[in-house]
């Protein structure tokens, strides 16, 4: 069958706001340093103090010996649909 590849990874909110999205980059480089592969994945509802798991998947194997994956979780705090507000 066809092979892909999968990274996982939890996203924590350390904060006291909820957020309605954001986005969480990955980047996977090899055993020194090349760049192998990349990926965002949009993520919604993330509550205040809470973890949520985030998954992003390519269509392909990635090739190469894997050394280092960034997980870097993004939210935009200039837009004000990000921050939920109190009900």
Same mark, same amino acid.
């Given at each position: 069958?066809?092979?892909?590849?999968?990274?996982?990874?939890?996203?924590?909110?350390?904060?006291?706001?909820?957020?309605?999205?954001?986005?969480?980059?990955?980047?996977?480089?090899?055993?020194?340093?090349?760049?192998?592969?990349?990926?965002?994945?949009? *993520?919604?509802?993330?509550?205040?103090?809470?973890?949520?798991?985030?998954?992003? *998947?390519? $269509?392909?194997?990635?090739?190469?010996?894997?050394?280092?994956?960034?997980?870097? $979780?993004?939210?935009?705090?200039?837009?004000?649909?990000? *921050?939920?507000?109190?009900?």
């Amino acid at each position: 069958g066809l092979q892909r590849s999968v990274v996982e990874a939890d996203v924590a909110n350390r904060t006291s706001f909820d957020f309605a999205y954001g986005i969480v980059q990955f980047a996977v480089f090899d055993t020194v340093g090349n760049l192998l592969a990349v990926n965002s994945v949009g *993520i919604d509802n993330v509550k205040a103090a809470a973890r949520k798991q985030v998954r992003s *998947i390519w $269509p392909s194997e990635i090739t190469g010996k894997i050394g280092r994956i960034d997980v870097r $979780p993004r939210i935009n705090l200039f837009d004000p649909a990000v *921050i939920v507000k109190p009900q």
